[in-house]
């Protein structure tokens, strides 16, 4: 496993090791002594080519998210909405897929969104809070001020993401 720092504080790459033979392959995904933080909530997400789920985060009760493609290849974005962060309003962008087994940690702070670049995109995500649907956001994915370059420009969006924050908009009310 082989860790790789960026330049937002707390946002790393982890390269793993698959290991494949006639059965198939495994693969280790995440270390606490690596990440040194808990992951208290896992969830999957299966998405089709052309899917973008977010940009999302929470308000309170703000989630690191180790970000894992267990099938698939996806477009990873994560804006660093830390206030006083050097890199505040700015956007990491990374392709993680089966094929790389590369893996992104999210720090709490972070808008976090993907989009499915294959047939079939299955994520997973371990996360280092709960749920907490009360406190949900979400911003544009095409959001001007943001200045994500994306690959497509008709996305398959869900209705709630269809009705996301501008970026000014979610300032307002962090």
């Known amino acids: 496993m082989k860790i790789y720092k960026t330049k937002f504080e707390g946002l790393i790459i982890i390269k793993s090791n698959t290991f494949k033979d006639n059965r198939g392959f ?19 997400s299966k998405s089709k080519k052309n899917v973008l789920r977010g940009l999302h985060t ?22 660093d909405c830390r206030i006083n962060s050097k890199t505040f309003g700015k956007h990491f962008k990374k392709e993680l897929s ?11 702070g972070f808008i976090h969104g993907f989009l499915g670049l294959d ?11 709960y749920r907490d ?15 994500i370059k994306w690959p497509i420009k008709k ?20």
């Open 26 to 44: 495994s693969r280790e995904i995440g270390k606490q002594k690596i990440i040194k933080q808990k992951m208290v909530f896992t969830f999957v």
């Open 58 to 79: 929470q308000i309170k009760n703000q989630q690191g998210k180790l970000i894992s493609v267990i099938k698939g290849k996806i477009l990873d974005i994560a804006v």
């Open 98 to 108: 089966e094929k790389n087994s590369t893996s992104a940690y999210i720090p709490p």
């Open 119 to 129: 047939d079939e995109n299955i994520v997973i995500y371990n996360c280092t809070n």
């Open 133 to 147: 649907k009360k406190n949900e956001k979400g911003i544009r994915w095409d959001d001007k001020d943001l200045n």
């Open 155 to 174: 996305p398959i969006l869900s209705k709630k993401d269809k009705n996301n924050f501008s970026f000014k908009e979610y300032l307002k009310i962090i």
